[in-house]
T-cell receptor
Framework: AAGVIQSPRHLIKEKRETATLKCYPIPRHDTVYWYQQGPGQDPQFLISFYEKMQSDKGSIPDRFSAQQFSDYHSELNMSSLELGDSALYFC?????????????FGSGTQLSVL | GENVEQHPSTLSVQEGDSAVIKCTYSDSASNYFPWYKQELGKRPQLIIDIRSNVGEKKDQRIAVTLNKTAKHFSLHITETQPEDSAVYFCAAATSGTYKYIFGTGTRLKVLA
């Protein structure tokens, strides 16, 4: 069965650079969520999109932005990267129309900021 | 804001014993409570979930109980095995929102 696809798997950037993370949800899933997980931490909710519109916002810094495209894939754009942005970034998707549906997580993008 | 407290942060049990992890949520409107298992460096995997109209749900060695009045829910793993060793996260979600708030995680170690 198709799963949530994230790219790249690993990304190394310098301070003040920009990064773009991509997420392809499970087919027919219309809701995408972004989470940031630091080492030994719980996943922190960043932002979510339902039907290409931002549906909820969490602790996403102003330096980050995200969007969901017409094919439902989503991109997380991160600018002016800081050392503290180093983390595992997960994307998850859920089935149409339901806020309380199971989240299916991608394998994550490990971002290292040097 | 909403938050989910999870205890204990670490738990060691002998193989074959039971393990219990507890979570407390703050938003009384929360009505969906999933549990995720995460192995080191890997994605969280859903292992069981419960909705607020149910008090208990069981799936083989795993069970979840919910006390809406106290805003508590718990994960029970019986006959633990070494492969159960991982970090477990509870989460809470509320109808009409599109975010899941995770607990702080419990590192479970099953000793052979």
């Amino acid at each position: 069965a198709a799963g949530v696809i994230q790219s790249p798997r690993h990304l190394i950037k310098e301070k003040r650079e920009t990064a773009t993370l991509k997420c392809y949800p499970i087919p027919r899933h219309d809701t995408v969520y972004w989470y940031q997980q630091g080492p030994g931490q719980d996943p922190q909710f960043l932002i979510s999109f339902y039907e290409k519109m931002q549906s909820d916002k969490g602790s996403i810094p102003d330096r980050f932005s995200a969007q969901q495209f017409s094919d439902y894939h989503s991109e997380l754009n991160m600018s002016s990267l800081e050392l503290g942005d180093s983390a595992l970034y997960f994307c998850a998707s859920s089935r149409p129309g339901q806020a309380n549906e199971k989240l299916f997580f991608g394998s994550g993008t490990q971002l290292s900021v040097l | 804001g909403e938050n989910v407290e999870q205890h204990p942060s670490t738990l060691s049990v002998q193989e074959g014993d039971s393990a219990v992890i507890k979570c407390t949520y703050s938003d009384s409107a929360s009505n969906y409570f999933p549990w995720y298992k995460q192995e080191l460096g890997k994605r969280p995997q859903l292992i069981i979930d419960i909705r607020s109209n149910v008090g208990e749900k069981k799936d083989q060695r795993i069970a979840v109980t919910l006390n809406k009045t106290a805003k508590h829910f718990s994960l029970h793993i019986t006959e633990t095995q070494p492969e159960d060793s991982a970090v477990y996260f509870c989460a809470a979600a509320t109808s009409g929102t599109y975010k899941y708030i995770f607990g702080t995680g419990t590192r479970l170690k099953v000793l052979a």
